[in-house]
């Protein structure tokens, strides 16, 4: 398949991902765990070994708002496929039951009411297999968890191969065994894991929260020029600067700094206007920070003319504002530092808030820096990247110490090396008409065409 995109598994975007997906699920139910499940525990799903890949939700009292719990499983399946993501869903009454249900359940989607959905009316407890769904009846959940395969009760490799080895391959087979020779012979852990999925034993779901969110905002009042809709721009900056106070206080009390800032203003009869700031450090400075605030806010400040025309450009500010809006989108820790008395700034930070005044006058596209790259030529060692790079974890490196001599000549010339041994380092090297002893060599690195360009070139 030559249009397949093949990429390398990174375990730690999975885990960010499946935080992510946990916190969408939360519009289901407000406590939505990750899986706390053993990795080794877990089906190899791919080539790397197991990966944790499962959601736990607390629905209770929820259900009803979807219409029933048919409905809310159907839908909470049927959005996750729409998101692009292969799912299967399982409700039951216990953690362990939908645990196993939903790995090795015989349907996609798989509902066994709890002992109080008896009361119900009889269609409401019928069983459903259509292939994709699967309902048992209300309070059978014995009768349905006893035929799955022995690794639903989330035991380990070697424990599960043990009991297959004595021909013990179902739930139910080992919960027919007596209790004091399943805990001798398997460890206490086989007990446990059959009284949680069958409910003696509860598990709490440990909800996972989302990030502190650092927002400030201001509302501000009537703004305009004697009713013709202008403003006044002092006042809006100067709003502005009150609102990235309180943005600031929230990030010092958390002993957060600021790499992605988002600018709203909100305007009456009009869409609002975004700006984002990328900054090469992270930044609690009210100084820096305004300073880059000030010029997003002089290049949608209307100009001349402009100013007096109601069809204006969506860039340009000639409606009242209502509100001043600022998010920190990126963090990271950013510790208190006591400061010197007379302590000037560094030359990395001065370098990196030039940056940012750089990429918010001209824009991040045109600000580059030299980022190393793999190459065989010293002229293709750099290659050029933005310096504000708003993707997480990752930031441009620029000025980078490189392993090429420090000069390349534009004309070659001719060197002559003696070596003491065949295939082993220059001892002495004849260049111009003198010879140089060498102290220390390391090598050898190839210099020169890419082999394949050089095939096509003379093809």
């Not at 992510?20 to 519009?27: H, P, Q, V, Y």
């Not at 039951?92 to 066994?112: C, K, N, P, Q, S």
């Amino acid at each position: 398949m030559p249009e397949a995109e093949v990429q390398a598994f990174d375990a730690a975007e999975s885990a960010r991902a499946l935080r992510l997906l946990a916190l969408w699920c939360s519009r289901f139910s407000p406590t939505v765990g990750i899986d706390p499940t053993p990795t080794q525990m877990l089906p190899a799903a791919i080539a790397e070994g197991p990966v944790r890949d499962g959601l736990l939700l607390d629905i209770t009292g929820a259900a009803h708002l979807f219409g029933g719990e048919h409905l809310m499983v159907t839908e909470i399946h049927q959005r996750l496929r729409r998101l692009g993501v292969a799912n299967r869903v399982a409700l039951a009454d216990t953690v362990g039951a939908a645990w196993a249900l939903a790995r090795y359940g015989e349907g996609v989607m798989t509902i066994v009411p709890g002992e109080e959905a008896r009361s119900q009316k009889p269609e409401a407890r019928r069983r459903e297999p259509n292939g994709l769904f699967e309902q048992a009846e209300a309070g059978r959940l014995y009768e349905v968890i006893e035929r799955l395969p022995i690794e639903a009760l989330r035991l380990d490799e070697q424990t599960c191969g043990q009991l297959r080895l004595v021909g013990i391959e179902a739930v139910g087979e080992l919960m027919k065994l007596p209790r004091g020779q399943v805990a001798a012979r398997y460890g206490a852990i086989a007990l446990l894991r059959m009284d949680q999925m069958m409910g003696r034993v509860v598990e709490l779901i440990e909800p996972v929260r989302p990030e502190a969110q650092f927002v400030a905002a201001r509302a501000l009042g009537e703004a305009g020029n004697g009713g013709s809709g202008l403003m006044d721009w002092d006042a809006v900056a100067a709003h502005t600067r009150e609102t990235l106070l309180d943005l600031c206080a929230q990030l010092e009390k958390q002993e957060r700094g600021v790499r992605t800032l988002q600018l709203t203003l909100k305007r009456a009869d009009a869409t609002p206007v975004v700006r984002t700031l990328a900054l090469a450090r992270a930044s609690r400075q009210i100084k820096h920070l305004f300073t880059l605030l000030q010029i997003q806010l002089q290049g949608l400040r209307p100009r001349g003319n402009e100013a007096q025309h109601l069809a204006l450009a969506e860039t340009q500010l000639t409606f009242s504002i209502e509100e001043v809006r600022l998010e920190a989108l990126w963090t990271t820790r950013l510790p208190h530092r006591q400061q010197e008395a007379f302590a000037a700034a560094t030359d990395e930070e001065d370098f990196e808030a030039l940056l940012d005044t750089l990429s918010a006058r001209l824009g991040a596209e045109r600000v580059l820096g030299a980022a190393p790259v793999d190459g065989y030529l010293p002229e293709d060692e750099n290659s050029k990247r933005k310096t504000q790079n708003s993707k997480r974890g990752e930031k441009a490196e620029v000025g980078a110490l490189s392993v090429w001599p420090a000069q390349v000549f534009d004309v070659p010339e001719e060197i002559e090396a003696v070596a003491l041994l065949p295939d082993s380092p220059p001892h002495t090297v004849r260049w111009r008409g003198e010879s140089f002893v060498v102290q220390a060599a390391s090598g050898a690195v190839r210099i020169g065409e890419r082999w394949w360009e050089d095939k096509m070139r003379n093809a």
